[in-house]
């Protein structure tokens, strides 16, 4: 009811003796004792809404109370309807993790609002069946999903009560079998990877700081790495035998020892060489090193005994023509 029409009902009786008009006035005494002073300064600028003829009636005072409490204005509740829609409805349950009993509880609170008010919402179903198609638990959602096919379909009627109702049940029954999430399948696929992502990464760190601590070239910190990676660049000495008394004492070579192994030195390696085993510890299955090649990539001493045969050959062939030779067989033999 609205203030003018509470104040033409009281202009019919106040100020004359009945026992209406005492009882206007021992309740608005009655609510006068009832407020803080807060509340007092708040209602008494509206003394002349509230008085007729000097005198208070206890229903527009109990109006006047009514409309300052809940801010009883055009403006609020458009602001109220505005809380009721789809996009903030949707931030609100997102606010609260997807409580429903939360969620239902706000709502509540602005529909009491907004009736308080003397107003009222016809699209909040509408705006419920929306809020609820946002919630992450995929079972749920399912259940909304099927409620909105049967009430689109008209085989079931729902108010935004009833709706309300069923939301909280299912949402409490998840709860209680511990089968309730407020993430969905997009979710946790998002946060796996992530989770991936980062292990990828710490994974990485881990394997860079093992390769900057690793010793550079070979499995023993020395520069070149094992004697097999070695003998394709060894330096010419190792292949020469050594003088007499030199033949058992190890010569260093990149910080390690190396001794001439042959049969003179009680090895088995043919032809000697210098090696990393002792001879006294020889198999006889070591490899047969390389030489240190020129900058031509040949090696020096192989090319000197070619170029020799080579030479040797064509004497024993110009011997054999002039017919000089000790034997002209020699040259088929060579051959």
Known sequence: MSLETIREWEETYLNT?????QDSVQAYYALRSSLSETGLKKVNVYESQYKINGTPSGLLFWKIILRESHLDTNATAMSIRVKLGTAALERFIADVYYDITKFNQHVLMLLDALQARGEQTH????NLFSTYATVKD????????TKRSEY???TRLYTHGELMVLAENKYKNLR????????SYDDKIMALEAKQAKTSKELEKIRRKKTDKAPK????????????????????????????GELKKPRKYQNKDWWYCSKKTGGKCQPGQYRRHKPSECRGNAKKGKKRTNPSGGDEQSEKSQKEKDMNRKLKVMKALLGTGDNAGDVEMDE
């Open 17 to 21: 003796e009945c026992r209406e008009a």
């Open 123 to 126: 699209d909040l179903l509408s």
């Open 138 to 145: 995929e079972e749920f959602r399912a259940y909304m999903t």
């Open 152 to 154: 689109e379909d008209g």
């Open 176 to 183: 209680l079998n511990n089968k309730w999430s407020h993430e």
């Open 217 to 244: 070239g070979g499995k023993d910190g020395e520069k070149g790495g094992s004697e097999k990676n070695q003998n394709n660049d060894l330096p010419d000495w190792m292949f020469k035998e050594p003088a007499e």
